[in-house]
């Protein structure tokens, strides 16, 4: 082909990439997270890949402190966007916020329940009787402990004594031995494992699929965006699914202060148990037991200053800025 076809022709796709919506302009968006969390790590391969780049989106991410502070940017408009768990966006819905979610973020139960190197355990009947570390309510880590116990026979109030502690502090008490038993989160579980604790059983083989963490937008959010931005999250999810060792990379510089070895072995733990999803589709079921978990157990609504706190705190301010 003469080299001059070959240039009228290069110049012809170029002209046509650039005319293309998603590379024509830079929409710009902010994203608000409820944490810097591993349980969000296909957000930030998203960024660090430069997926929401190769989308047209200009993305602003910002870090709220709680899942309620990152849902109330949405609803009152400071932010497009934001991921937390689903459960807070199904109950602020159910107060009359006009918000949805659109994507899977996570799709495991990411929550799993180590012991003492010694302590003998050969299913969750063994736990009666024992202290057990675990986060302090409301938080899906004690919830889905407390289903387990039911669904097996025992009551979480007679049965065990739970040591509730503030979320991520779990591995202090755990392994300074005040307890044989704690329900964990990651990077908690492995820097737990780190000092010679064990791992016995993990809820996201037990439950399967379960829509624990999620992106939020509000119904009235543009749909040209919305789409650009879960088309982000999907090339993040397919790219972590074949490059293990960019995966970990990106882990590891966006936990700078954490242990390598920890954060490798955290983001392999969740990986190999499929609490990173594939796609950003939620099945029906898996939103239904997550949403039938968080409430039923009284994660948020059965929460005795949930209408004070939440409520009147966070979404009816945030709905009177709309």
């Known amino acids: 082909m003469p080299l001059l076809t070959r240039l009228i022709r290069a110049t012809a796709i170029i002209s046509t990439l650039l005319a293309t919506p998603a590379l024509a302009e830079n929409k710009k968006v902010t994203l608000s997270q409820a944490f810097q969390s591993m349980l969000y790590l296909p957000l930030y391969v998203a960024i660090d890949e430069g997926f929401f780049t190769q989308q047209g989106i200009d993305l602003t991410k910002e870090t709220a402190g709680a899942p309620t502070v990152a849902l109330s940017a949405v609803i009152s408009g400071s932010a497009q966007f934001s991921i937390h768990g689903p459960e807070w966006t199904a109950i602020a819905a159910s107060k009359g916020a006009a918000v949805d979610i659109i994507a899977n973020v996570v799709n495991g139960a990411a929550v799993w329940i180590a012991t003492t190197p010694d302590f003998k355990f050969t299913g969750i009947k063994d736990v009666k009787g024992q202290k057990v570390v675990t986060g302090l309510m409301p938080t ?87 789409q650009r931005v879960v088309n982000a999250m999907e090339m993040a999810m397919r790219f972590m699914a074949k490059n293990e060792p960019r995966t970990l990379a990106i882990a590891r510089q966006e936990f700078p202060t954490l242990d390598p070895i920890v954060v490798d072995a955290a983001v392999k733990r969740m990986l190999g148990d499929g609490v990173y999803p594939r796609s950003v589709d939620i099945t029906a079921d898996a939103l239904k037991v997550s949403m039938d978990t968080q409430i039923a157990l009284g994660n948020l609504a059965a929460q005795p200053d949930y209408e004070t706190f939440v409520v009147k705190k966070f979404i009816d301010p945030a709905l009177a800025m709309k």
């Open 140 to 226: 899906t880590s004690t919830s889905l402990f407390m289903k387990l116990l039911k669904e097996n026979g025992m009551d979480p109030k007679t049965d065990v004594d739970m040591i509730q502690v503030a979320i991520g502090s779990e591995p202090g008490p755990f392994v300074a031995k005040q307890a044989d038993v704690a329900i964990m989160y990651e990077p908690g579980l492995d820097q737990a494992v780190a000092k010679g604790m064990k791992v016995v059983l993990g809820f996201p083989k037990l439950y399967g699929a379960y829509a624990f963490s999620a992106v939020t937008a509000r119904r009235d959010v543009d749909p040209d965006t919305a």
